[in-house]
């Protein structure tokens, strides 16, 4: 019998910057498809460091929440909290990925149920979207296993891969969420 075991969320510090190379390096032909173009030197040890500290930053301006997405002591994924908007709106952006090796496990399902639990408890956001290719239906799976509904089709919505993508826009609100 296997048991699987739990993830947890910890915010990003540059202590991971290895750990978190490691895991783009080795997941870069995975997530090119889904990916924005990324710098040369992204794909570097110095590159997310700068990645990694300027998420640090953007927490402290309380615009950003990145955190590693963790199995025992080992870094298997990111997931963050990006864009967040105060005022009438109350809302942030939810993005993640996975190291393929831990795929179908429902890692990726939990980690954004405990960031909507972050964004919901502790930030007291109103709302949280994200967008994903129609193609991409493992993610949409994820989304709708957390409990985001389907809002509409953005066409042309990011530039992924060099391409203007069109993205199915999902959302959960704090009236929704099932804590």
Do not use: C
Not at 120 to 135: D, I, N, S, Y
Request: hydrophobic share 45%; proline share 4%; glycine share 8%.
């Amino acid at each position: 019998m296997t048991i699987k075991q739990s993830i947890y969320l910890k915010p990003l510090e540059l202590a991971d910057a290895e750990a978190m190379l490691v895991l783009r390096l080795s997941n870069q032909a995975l997530l090119q498809p889904v990916d924005p173009v990324r710098p040369d030197n992204f794909f570097t040890l110095e590159g997310q460091q700068e990645h990694i500290s300027l998420g640090i930053q953007k927490q402290a301006e309380a615009a950003s929440y990145p955190f590693g997405i963790m199995l025992g002591q080992q870094l298997i994924g990111r997931i963050e909290l990006s864009n967040v908007v105060r005022g009438p709106f109350q809302n942030a952006n939810v993005g993640y990925f996975l190291n393929r090796a831990h795929h179908g496990n429902g890692y990726v399902s939990e980690a954004v149920r405990l960031v909507a639990a972050y964004a919901f408890e502790q930030l007291g956001l109103h709302r949280l979207q994200a967008g994903v290719m129609p193609r991409n239906t493992p993610s949409i799976r994820v989304l709708e296993r957390a409990g985001f509904r389907q809002e509409g089709l953005a066409l042309r919505y990011l530039q992924i891969n060099g391409v203007w993508e069109d993205h199915l826009l999902f959302a959960l609100t704090a009236e929704e969420y099932e804590s």
